[in-house]
C-alpha cells in the first residue's frame, strides 16, 4: 500500500471564557502548508481576550486505500482537515490528530475531551492530494450481494414440548 506523508503546521486558538469552572477554550483554527520558521508551543498573536498560538508540526499520511474517502472529502464543496486538540496531564494543549478522511475526522469527535475542527483545506494541500488520488486511485465496482435461498431439504430444528417455536402449540412467540 502506498503512503504518501506531509507536514503541516497547526494554529490554535486560546480564549478566555467567562465561566466559574473553566478559565480558557482551545480550538483549532488553522492548518498551514509546510512549516513556518516559528518555535512550536509560540504565541502569535493576540487581540483583547483572544491569543493565537502555533502548536508545532503535525503529519498528514494519505494512504492508497483510501483514495475514495479522500475523493469524497475534495468534492464535497468545502474540502476539510481534522484537526484534534487535547490537553495533556501538564495542561499543555497538543495536536492529538489530523486528517483528510472524512470518516476518520468524524471519529475523532468520539473522544469527547478532545476539541475537534474541521478546518478549510488549504489549496496547496488539496493539490497533493488530488496529485495522490490521480496516482493511487483504484475504482471498486460495486457487486450487490444476493441472499441465500432457503434450502426446502433443509430439516426443521427439532423444539421440545412447549417451546414456543414449535408447531402446532397453540401458543404465540
Keep these: 500500500m502506498a503512503v504518501r506523508h506531509l507536514s503541516v503546521g497547526i494554529v490554535a486558538v486560546k480564549r478566555k471564557l467567562n465561566n466559574p469552572w473553566v ?21 502569535i498573536g493576540a487581540e483583547g481576550s483572544v491569543e493565537r498560538w502555533y502548536l508545532g508540526e503535525a503529519e498528514l499520511a494519505f494512504h492508497s486505500g483510501e483514495t475514495s474517502h479522500y475523493r469524497d472529502n475534495l468534492v464535497s ?60 486511485h483504484v475504482e471498486q ?15 426443521q430444528p427439532e423444539y421440545g414440548i412447549g417451546h414456543p417455536l414449535r408447531q402446532g402449540t397453540g401458543r404465540r412467540p
Aim: glycine content about 6%; aromatic content about 8%.
Design 23 to 43: 478559565d480558557f477554550e482551545w480550538l483549532p483554527e488553522a492548518v498551514l502548508p509546510g512549516l513556518p520558521a516559528v518555535e512550536p508551543r509560540s504565541l
Design 77 to 136: 464543496g468545502r474540502p476539510a482537515v481534522w484537526v484534534a486538540l487535547r490537553e495533556s496531564h501538564e495542561g499543555a494543549w497538543h495536536v492529538a490528530g489530523v486528517t483528510v478522511d472524512p470518516y476518520e475526522g468524524e471519529s475523532f469527535v468520539d473522544v469527547i475531551t478532545d476539541k475537534v475542527e474541521a478546518l478549510p483545506m488549504p489549496h496547496e494541500i488539496a493539490v497533493e492530494l488530488q496529485a495522490f488520488i490521480d496516482a493511487h
Design 141 to 155: 465496482p460495486f457487486h450487490k450481494r444476493k441472499r441465500d435461498r432457503k434450502d426446502p431439504d433443509a430439516e
